[in-house]
């Protein structure tokens, strides 16, 4: 295994700006597809992405932007979200994605708070943005191309800014320097999901990019497609998924959202062998009837965050070779990563359609970069996270930030071992900052626990407990629980203040696979032979459909909105 200093310098010595090596592979590897945008079928080579993000920063500095300001991006059209993220760092700007969900007053924050003097965005968001219009502060909105190809700026008036169509923006006679990006210089702010609370904007250096996609790429050969239905406003699409592929020369798969009907068949048309499946996703590809074919696909290596129950069956059914899991956030990046070989000596995917680093070498690959590998063979708890990175320190503290031992619960921190690793700041919050920052270490805000061989195991969000009849009971826990019924898809476990006391009732809302399988009676007599009794949940509520955001996220805020709103009347 290498020392922590080795993979440190390894990862530098690749390159911490992207910008740079989308230049690199533009020069020599130019005629080779970058991104297949799977929603039009449009294909750009390296040289045609560098050129077209160029373009675009042409007309950006012509509007006045240059090194160190931040470029507010709205859209759901992820090609254009990619070529502008490009575009920023053309000029030394800071990419500043905007959730394509928010209305209204959280709109308009996200705007304002990232003050940015131009907001890039698509036709679609004309309507939202006249209503918000005398609340926002861009100097310039530029519209781009929808996510069906057409541009149009016809109704959009916003009485604080000037708007522009993007291919008519003034590029003739500017040219553009170098911009000379280094490690330290702020590359993104990317804002949290602000469920409990008004979103922070996390600013992120290009250091942390390149280590939040280190890891990853070392399991990539050129050869690897990725595939990305991740949004451009979340690291994970972003810097996970496509900004990860520009080091090796990967071709990525680009689509705008998830699609459980069309997930298979964007896999065998873009060819992708590498992605990432998130806990909501899985259930619905597993709720498809199986068939002989299911392992007739590309996917060999994939991410799934967290860790499911079922991911041995997973991998089983539909042939991934390896399943990564870790721990990751905005702000801290990757700090843990464990890789599964599912099938040790034999292959999940066909032989035929395998594609990157075999199965030895990717194994060799991680083990000599402190990655912890672990047999399929193995039983892992849920939460499993594997092993921290050699690059950062880890403790688990408690409310004081003592050090606890293996066994007992409490936050996570990180103290990276060398700099730029994790966030520079929140933005316009420096009280936060400090917070997050007390005694030297970044506070995680979440429960973790380490386990007597080293291995660390996620418990939940800190504000994930719930205080009942004495006892400390986990959401994660409850969830877990319930979700093995057969009936259910996914379970959100809220708190609800107890009629007596300073504690909590629970409250769970069940999505079923089909509705009509099974009733809230049947879901409390699971609980009532399965989980112990402080543990089973006051009050349960089957639903349609659990509200989630686009990073398939479940949103407990709405949750407890709903019970809160039929309790008083």
Known sequence: MKQPQEIFDQMVSEGDVPLYQLKRHASENGDKVFIHYGETGEKLTFREMH????????????????????????????????????????????????????????????????????????????????????????DHVVIGPDTSGETSESGVELPKSTVHRLDTLTTSGISLADPELGPFDPATIIYTSGTTGPAKGVLLPFRWINQYAFAGRSQWTSEDVVYCDLPMYHVGGAYALLVKAVWK??????????????????????????????????????SAPPSEGDRNNTLNKVHMQPLPANHHEVAKRFGFDFVTCGFGQTESGAGFMAIIDQFGDQTGTPPELYKGLSKAELRASAEASGRLVVSGKTALPPGFMGRPSPLVDVAILDEDDNRLPPGQVGQLAFRPRFPGLLLQQYLNKPEATLKAWRNLWFHTGDAVVEEGDGTFRFVDRMGGYFRVRGENVSSYEVESLLVDHPDVRAVAAVPIPAQEGNEDDIAVFIELKEAGTC???????????????????????????????????????????????????
């Open 51 to 138: 050129d077209r993000s160029e373009e675009i920063a042409r007309g950006l500095a012509s509007l006045g932007i240059g090194r160190g300001q931040p470029v507010s991006v709205l859209t759901s059209n992820s090609l254009l979200a990619a070529i502008s993220m490009f575009a920023c760092w053309q000029v030394g700007a800071i990419y500043a994605p905007i959730n394509f969900n928010l209305r209204g007053k959280l709109l308009s924050y996200q705007i304002n708070d990232t003050a940015a003097p131009v907001l890039i965005t698509d036709p679609s968001f004309g309507p939202e943005l006249d209503k918000i219009g005398p609340d926002i502060t861009p």
């Open 249 to 286: 020369g990967n071709t990525v798969g680009l689509w705008n959202r998830f699609s459980p009907s069309e997930f298979w068949s964007r896999i065998r048309e873009c060819g992708a062998s590498a992605g990432i499946l998130l806990d909501v996703m899985i259930p619905w590809l597993m």
């Open 519 to 569: 009733t809230e009676s049947d879901i409390a007599a699971f609980a009532t032979e399965n989980m112990p009794k402080y543990m089973r949940p006051r009050h349960v509520r089957i639903v349609d459909a659990l509200p989630v955001t686009p990073t398939n996220k479940i949103e407990k805020y709405k949750l407890k909105q709903m019970l809160t709103e039929s309790q008083a009347r």
